[in-house]
Each structure stands twice: as structure tokens, then as C-alpha cells.
């Protein structure tokens, strides 16, 4: 199997994920990322804005800011 097939059978996998069980894995993914030490510890954040199949960044992105954090993504 190429990368180009590889990529597009795991984004179609992807993409049929259950909205719901895909939320509550975000939410346990935001939540592991928020309690290390590294993140506690830093003062920048280096993130990327998701797309609606990515695994959700805006709760991280969210809690960077209300935790006077700086956010930085790429352009």
C-alpha cells in the first residue's frame, strides 16, 4: 500500500468515527494534555487550529488563553 492510499483509507476511517464517541475521546485527550507538568510548567503553547475531522484543538487552545498562556499556530 502507498502513503497517498494509506492516508486516504485512514482519513475515510476517520471521518465515519461516531460524532459522539469521537467528542468524548477529545475531551479525554484535552483533559490528560492539560494536567501534565509540561503544559502546567510552560508559558507558550504551540498548537494547530483542527479541522472538523482532526481531533478537536479549540479546548486546549481555549484553556491556553484562559490560562494567560501564549498560543501560537502556524499560519
Known amino acids: 500500500m502507498t502513503k497517498t492510499e494509506l492516508r486516504a483509507k485512514l482519513l475515510k476511517r476517520r471521518s465515519m468515527l461516531d460524532k459522539a464517541k469521537k ?6 485527550i484535552q483533559s490528560r494534555f492539560l494536567m501534565t507538568d509540561e503544559y502546567r ?3 507558550t503553547v504551540l498548537a494547530y487550529v483542527s479541522t472538523d475531522s482532526e481531533i478537536d484543538t479549540y479546548g486546549v487552545i481555549s484553556a491556553a488563553f484562559a490560562n494567560h498562556k501564549r498560543v501560537a499556530v502556524p499560519v
Not at 23 to 28: G, I, K, S, T
Open 23 to 28: 467528542r468524548a475521546q477529545e475531551l479525554e
Open 41 to 43: 510548567a510552560c508559558d
